[in-house]
């Protein structure tokens, strides 16, 4: 299982996992659920208690990924299979994405 820290705006929001590539989980952290003031990170994942599941990368942080030329070329020179999204996503998504939120990998 793999697991990343995924943030808004350098807050700590929630864990995204990868048990095998035909299960994911998306949870929002308890104090970041909590505080009202916070947003969701997307409007396809609202701030609920429950765990998000989805049998692929959930569809808001797949479109985080490069595509074509350029997924091949990352996937080449970070030597990750360029089949691998979440790999890809932990290796590209840590810093200076399009957006508010960031995805680090724990470990």
Do not use: H
């Not at 998306?26 to 609202?46: G, Q, V, W």
């Not at 299979?81 to 939120?101: K, R």
């Amino acid at each position: 299982m793999r697991k990343a820290a995924v943030y808004r705006n350098g807050i700590f929001a929630g864990i995204l996992m990868e048990e095998n590539r035909k299960r994911y989980i998306f949870k929002y952290e308890k104090i970041y659920f909590d505080d009202i003031k916070m947003p969701a990170i997307s409007l396809t994942l609202p701030k609920n208690k429950q765990e998000y599941t989805s049998e692929v990368l959930f569809p808001f942080f797949f479109n985080m990924l490069s595509e074509g030329v350029n997924r091949k070329l990352q996937s080449t020179q970070l030597r990750i299979d360029e089949d691998d999204s979440f790999g890809l996503l932990m290796a590209t998504a840590q810093s200076d994405t399009i957006g508010a939120v960031t995805v680090k990998p724990v470990v």
